[in-house]
């Protein structure tokens, strides 16, 4: 088997806003740098703002940012880096856009229920979206399409993130990305 520092992948972390994504692909990002691996997080709050400020929430609009996230993760993951994508990605077919361009592809669905989601949200997004002040919001006026085979579910209101991460490197070590 070639070096895992050699060959880059992307782990795609998708699942509602204040599911837990960042937050696990943060301390993910942490246990990998300390393996000695190249790590870049690209988290979707982050890269929209850098490189996509103008695009609204639309479906077509959060398709182009997704294929946009989907195109820097392609670069980093064929240079050797691991790609940690931390984006609500809300659509299956956007999802299964990236998988077939980045091909070295690890979808971790963070599955959280959305009343869990809405006590978390510290950024008072839902509130908003549920007084109808933000439109298309995911989980409230917008579809969230749950992944239909992901390589891995993580319940981040049954465990800890720390477990989450964990459990996120013990599949890919089942995976063959990662050695033990």
Known sequence: MTDSREIGFALWFTGLPSSGKTTIARLLEAHLRARGLRVEVLDGDEVRQQLSPQLGFSKEERDVHIRRIAYVA???VRNG???IVAAISPYRETRQYARQLIGRFVEVYVKCPLEVCIARDV???YKKALRGEIANFTGISDPYEEPSAPELVLHSHEETPEESAHRVIA??????????
Not at 171 to 180: A, C, K, P, Q, T
Request: hydrophobic share 55%; glycine share 10%; no cysteine.
């Open 74 to 76: 392609q670069l980093l």
């Open 81 to 83: 880096v691991i790609a």
């Open 123 to 125: 950024k008072g997004l």
């Open 171 to 180: 599949r890919l070590i089942e995976l063959g990305y990662l050695r033990s």
